[in-house]
């Protein structure tokens, strides 16, 4: 058809046809192909060998197997990226010897399409992968971290000790933020989002960005006003965008501009087909750009993948750019990135706008450390932990109930064990999660408080990235300090609306 690239090969593979379609779809001028051979341009280095083959067996009276159908095959673009075409090719002979015709159909809709199920197939299985590792290694860091402090105060009179328990800390708080980005790119942190101004929250970043890139970078900052507010965890928004400016200083190691914007859009439904996970509606779009190096087009796919970097050996973890998106998709956003080799990248992410009726329960994580005197039954499979936490709360003052899982639990219970306080995790083995067993044991004692931790959620507690309302929920790995703040939190809450309707229920 007239949509169709046109080229026209003569017997020796060299092309003498390429129409403007042709130069569209590829991306080479007429002027740079013409007397090129096609299968060094256009036919990926894989196939090239079966297409020298194939004309030379049509060319020596073999036959083709190709020739007046159409098929659907791989083919190379300038920027070196594979795309799907629809083909089909004639022959004609004149006197200077056959002439090829090809008409190559663009599938622009399929590829996307094909491309949008590729990448979420892949990130839905790294994310698993990630995820479960780092809920195994958050078990470990709970103990390491909580002991740690333990260690500090029996060595706090001896110098070098001391030294070396504090080298221990850093290394063990290395590795909680790195579980934190393995989560936040598995979508499984748990997140505590709230009505947010992203206007107030750049201008607060840029500040201290202008102390950290430097002088030779300038910031440049265009927002719009009355831009509405978003529901998003604050605190992994600020984190989220330091790690795409420092990206973006990386690029620019001799100076440039970082540009950072805002802007109130809609996302329509012909965009949201076109973008797979993306829901139609109002959003609020944040844009951070370089004038940097640009991302080359061969590895742009591959730039929120964890551990994937660009980076010398011991410059950078990879983990960065994948925390974000990780991020972005549990808080219900989208990202996109445009970049250009020598011009620059542009990151936008895209989070949906908050409704009055959205809100979540702010805990007073500030409250002085302090112990207790009731009863805490811990949860927890994991025996090391389970072994720590009960220590902890012992030297708090509280009195511990221990069990392995919810079965063992609830046995306690029926046997008539009181308590006042359920301290479980979210993911256990057997058939009852940490929710689970909280709404069992509420059935048989009503006044009971609860208090959940997780190295990661399963959705057991977090829908659409973010915590149930009234959910009390301490994250792993955490020391003794969080520990004791978050258990008087617990007690001292009043029962929650979940709970009254519960009991209502009963």
């Known amino acids: 058809t007239a949509l169709d690239a046109f080229i026209q090969m003569d017997e020796d593979g060299r092309m003498i046809g390429w129409n403007p379609q042709a130069e569209?779809?590829?991306?080479?001028?007429?002027?740079?192909?013409?007397?090129?051979?096609?299968?060094?341009?256009?036919?990926?280095?894989?196939?090239?060998?079966?297409?020298?083959?194939?004309?030379?067996?049509?060319?020596?009276?073999?036959?083709?197997t190709i020739l007046g159908k159409r098929i659907e095959m791989d083919a190379l673009r300038r920027d070196g990226t594979e795309i799907k075409v629809g083909l089909k090719v004639t022959a004609l002979r004149r006197r200077s010897g056959y002439v090829f015709n090809a008409f190559v159909q663009d599938f622009p809709e399929k590829r996307a399409l094909d491309e949008q199920l590729r990448m979420s197939q892949k990130m839905e299985s790294i994310g698993q992968l990630t995820g479960g590792v780092a809920h195994d290694f958050n078990n470990m860091l709970t103990v390491i971290t909580g002991t740690i402090e333990i260690l500090a105060?029996?060595?706090?009179n001896d110098p070098k000790l001391a030294a070396t328990v504090k080298l221990i800390d850093e290394a063990a708080t290395r590795g909680v933020e790195m579980?934190?980005?393995?989560?936040?790119?598995?979508?499984?942190?748990?997140?505590?989002?709230?009505?947010?101004?992203v206007n107030t929250l750049l201008v607060d970043a840029a500040k201290l960005l202008r102390q950290t890139l430097g002088e030779q970078i300038e910031i440049e900052s265009i927002l719009q006003d009355e831009l509405p507010p978003v529901l998003v965890d604050a605190s992994q928004l600020t984190t989220a965008l330091l790690n795409l400016a420092l990206n973006a200083r990386d690029a620019m190691p001799y100076g440039g501009k970082l540009m950072l914007e805002t802007c109130?859009?809609?996302?329509?439904?012909?965009?949201?087909?076109?973008?797979?996970?993306?829901?139609?509606?109002q959003y609020v779009m944040m844009a951070v750009s370089d004038t940097g190096r640009g991302i080359p087009a061969a590895?742009?796919?591959?730039?929120?993948?964890?551990?994937?970097?660009?980076?010398?050996?011991?410059?950078?973890?990879?983990?960065?750019?994948?925390?974000?998106y990780g991020f972005v998709k549990q808080s219900g956003g989208h990202i996109k990135i445009y970049s250009e080799e020598g011009q620059g990248t542009s990151i936008k992410i895209y989070l949906p706008q908050a409704r009055e009726t959205d809100?979540?329960?702010?805990?007073?994580?500030?409250?002085?450390?302090?112990?207790?005197?009731?009863?805490?039954?811990?949860?927890?499979?994991?025996?090391?932990?389970r072994n720590f936490v009960t220590g902890q709360l012992k030297s708090l003052g509280y009195t511990t109930l221990v069990a392995a899982n919810a079965a063992e639990a609830l046995s306690l219970i029926d046997r008539g064990a009181t308590l006042d306080l359920l301290f479980t995790d979210v993911v256990m083995p057997g058939t009852m999660n940490g929710r689970q067993l909280a709404e069992e044991v509420i059935k048989r004692l009503p006044s009971v408080k609860v208090l959940f931790t997780s190295g990661y959620t399963q959705n057991a507690i977090v829908h659409h990235g973010r915590l149930d309302p009234d959910i009390i929920l301490l994250p792993k790995p955490y020391r003794k300090s969080d520990l004791a703040r978050?258990?008087?939190v617990a007690l001292s809450s009043p029962l929650t609306p979940s709970l009254k309707r519960l009991l209502a229920a009963l």
Do not use: C
């Not at 660009?310 to 994948?322: C, E």
């Open 486 to 488: 978050l258990v008087r």
């Open 24 to 64: 569209a779809l590829f991306g080479w001028s007429r002027d740079e192909v013409i007397g090129k051979a096609l299968g060094d341009l256009i036919v990926p280095e894989r196939l090239r060998a079966r297409h020298t083959a194939g004309v030379a067996r049509f060319l020596q009276g073999g036959g083709s």
């Open 359 to 385: 809100k979540v329960l702010e805990l007073a994580l500030a409250a002085p450390i302090e112990g207790g005197q009731e009863t805490v039954l811990v949860v927890e499979d994991d025996a090391l932990v």
């Open 153 to 156: 105060e029996g060595v706090a």
């Open 264 to 281: 109130d859009v809609h996302l329509d439904e012909a965009y949201a087909r076109a973008n797979g996970e993306v829901r139609p509606g």
């Open 179 to 197: 579980t934190q980005r393995l989560l936040a790119f598995a979508r499984k942190q748990p997140l505590q989002p709230h009505s947010t101004d």
């Open 299 to 324: 590895i742009r796919d591959k730039v929120f993948d964890p551990f994937f970097t660009t980076k010398a050996p011991g410059k950078g973890t990879g983990l960065g750019l994948s925390m974000v």
